[in-house]
């Protein structure tokens, strides 16, 4: 997993569950605190909602069924972080 900072104050998840681990390359950081688990998708890539940047999801079974759909994005954001 390619953390580089926590960019919240939940937890960090280092170790990842069995599931997340072919999302591993995608994955830049991946927290829970008391509103949920968050997951921030690498640059260039996105969360299949419109312009979403983030899964945030109440249950990890939800952020996988998200991760799932993240797709590869060319928004300024992205090429100027990539
Ligand atoms: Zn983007």
Same mark, same amino acid.
């Given at each position: ?25 995608? =994955?830049?950081?991946? @927290?829970?605190? %008391?509103?949920?688990?968050? &997951?921030?998708? +690498? ?11 983030? =899964?945030?999801?109440? @249950?990890?079974? %939800?952020?996988?069924?998200? &991760?799932?759909? +993240? ?12």
């Amino acid at each position: 997993m390619k953390v580089f900072k926590s960019k919240d104050s939940g937890r960090l998840i280092s170790a990842l569950p069995t599931a997340f681990k072919k999302y591993d390359a995608v =994955i830049e950081d991946f @927290t829970h605190d %008391e509103d949920g688990y968050w &997951l921030y998708p +690498v640059y260039g890539f996105y969360n299949s909602c419109p312009g979403s940047h983030i =899964i945030h999801e109440d @249950t990890m079974k %939800e952020v996988l069924a998200a &991760l799932k759909d +993240v797709k590869p994005c060319n928004c300024k954001e992205c090429e100027a972080n990539k």
